[in-house]
């Protein structure tokens, strides 16, 4: 391995390196993570693995047990409902404060995220078109702080992915569009019939993670 090779190997980039995992399926819900299999796959040694997991483990993306090591957090429906709270309100927040900033190719770029997010069939990809998506409105919200928050919980739900895109909406046409139609509305400054439009949606995909997670319980109970 060249000297480069070794100097990239960052917390950071393993941190990376782990969540595509997660989202490629790779690294599923409950699996657990060993430092010393992911140091011989990222060819990387311990001690980057290690920052990275407490990194994973504090964004509440891993839990860890003493003596156990860590495992991808089980998602759970309770999170998923607060996290959508959370979501919503810096979302407002955002919002107006962003407006006089944007210009039409900002709205342009946005629906196309949002046209692709709605098309995608692999979950990596919807990740980064919707991290995309929100960075276009919380940068030019100028309010930094609200961008950290929401870009975190964005982070903790990397594990949700491959259950909304692969099980939930395998096609385009099951695709819920929120982030379409908070930009239909949002680009004619209607702020309120925005967040509306995309409330309403949105809430309807969290109920459906629910209903979802709710189910596998009993399934679950019995095993």
């Known amino acids: 391995m060249s000297m480069v090779d070794k100097k990239s190997k960052t ?5 990376s390196q782990i969540r595509a995992a997660i989202l490629d399926g790779l690294y599923k819900p409950g699996d657990r993570l ?17 920052e990275a997991l407490q990194g994973l483990e504090s964004e509440g993306t891993l839990s860890a047990t003493p003596y156990a090591g860590a495992i991808v957090r089980p998602l759970a429906a309770a999170e998923a409902c607060e996290i959508a709270d959370i979501r919503l309100g ?3 927040l955002a919002l107006k404060s962003a407006h006089p900033h944007l210009a039409p190719a900002h709205f342009d770029l946005a629906y196309d995220l949002a046209k692709r997010i709605t098309r995608t069939k692999s979950p990596r990809e919807a990740f980064a078109c919707n991290r995309r998506f929100w960075d276009i409105i919380f940068e030019n919200a100028e309010r930094p702080i609200l961008w950290e928050m929401f870009q975190k919980l964005d982070d903790r739900m990397t594990r949700y992915y491959p259950l909304l895109v692969k099980e939930l909406y395998p096609t385009p046409e099951s695709r819920p569009r929120q ?4 930009i239909e509305w949002y680009r004619k400054g209607q702020f309120a019939e925005a967040l509306r439009a995309f409330k309403k949606i949105y809430l309807e995909m969290v109920d459906r993670i629910v209903d ?4 596998q319980k009993p399934a679950q109970s019995v095993e």
């Open 212 to 215: 979802h997670l709710e189910a």
């Open 11 to 15: 917390p950071a980039v393993v941190i």
């Open 34 to 50: 060993l430092e010393g299999d992911l140091a011989a796959s990222f060819h990387v040694s311990r001690s980057p693995v290690r």
């Open 179 to 182: 982030h379409e139609a908070l």
């Open 90 to 92: 810096l979302i407002s």
